[in-house]
């Protein structure tokens, strides 16, 4: 697991928003908003330009941005990357957008892969449920499978946004019927994490050796 933490203002690029090892004692609350007339618009990660560097996506205050320290040794993650945050927002719905970057030494920021999750299916597909505003919730956001090298130099990170649009339909927050929607309202979604609400990231480490190809006789 990689904690989120950071004092508060992890917005954009230059924000604090960190990842570590250890979970933070002390809570802090990452605050920003989605607004459906101007979404968070998708930089590559459909079929004909599935990589490019993020750092515009990343310029903007409606992102939060949270990255490991250099890594000092190599790490390959094979299999699903998993968020579980710890969210409240103002709205009756809105959209979590989560997506894994490799931050090369340069500070290129590619996009590795995008989870992303409709509150209202927070508990599934079949019992869709809208919020209640205020309250925090811990959700779940999946479907990060990947398989990919972080070398020596390199950071990983992730971005939260409410959108990651067209890649994504955007969501109205209204929570009525988005595929016949025209007009919304802006959400303002807080992420907490530390202390008893700790937000992480989960995956699997591959450690072993790659296996060498197998001559055909």
């Known amino acids: 697991?990689?904690?989120l933490a950071g004092a508060g203002n992890a917005n954009s690029?230059?924000?604090d928003g960190r990842l570590e090892h250890a979970l933070a004692a002390k809570s802090a609350v990452d605050q920003f908003i989605s607004d459906p007339t101007n979404p968070?618009?998708?930089?590559?990660?459909?079929?004909?330009?599935?990589?490019?560097?993020?750092?515009p996506v990343e310029a903007r205050q409606d992102v939060l941005i949270y990255s490991t320290a250099v890594l000092d040794k190599g790490?390959?993650?094979t299999g699903d990357v998993k968020a579980t945050l710890y969210v409240s927002v103002d709205?009756?719905?809105?959209?979590?957008?989560?997506?894994?970057?490799?931050?090369?030494?340069?500070?290129?920021a590619y996009n590795v892969q995008t989870g992303m999750l409709r509150l209202r299916y927070r508990d599934g597909f079949e019992k869709p449920e809208l919020l209640t505003p205020g309250q925090v919730y811990k959700v779940e956001v999946g479907g990060m499978a990947t398989a990919n090298y972080f070398a020596p130099g390199h950071r990983l990170r992730i971005e939260i946004a409410?959108?990651?649009?067209?890649?994504?339909?955007?969501?109205?927050?209204?929570?009525?019927?988005?595929e016949i929607?025209?007009?919304g309202v802006i959400a303002n979604i807080s992420i907490h994490?530390?202390?008893?609400?700790?937000?992480?990231?989960?995956?699997?480490?591959?450690?072993?050796a790659i296996p060498a190809p197998v001559k055909k006789p």
């Open 75 to 77: 790490l390959t993650i």
């Open 91 to 108: 709205a009756k719905d809105t959209d979590l957008a989560v997506k894994l970057v490799d931050v090369y030494p340069d500070g290129t």
């Open 13 to 15: 690029l230059w924000g």
């Open 1 to 3: 697991r990689l904690y």
């Open 181 to 183: 929607e025209t007009s």
């Open 193 to 208: 994490h530390g202390g008893a609400q700790a937000s992480y990231i989960e995956f699997v480490e591959y450690t072993g």
């Open 40 to 55: 968070v618009p998708s930089l590559a990660g459909g079929l004909f330009e599935p990589v490019r560097d993020q750092r």
């Open 162 to 178: 409410g959108s990651d649009f067209p890649n994504s339909d955007r969501n109205w927050n209204t929570g009525g019927r988005n």
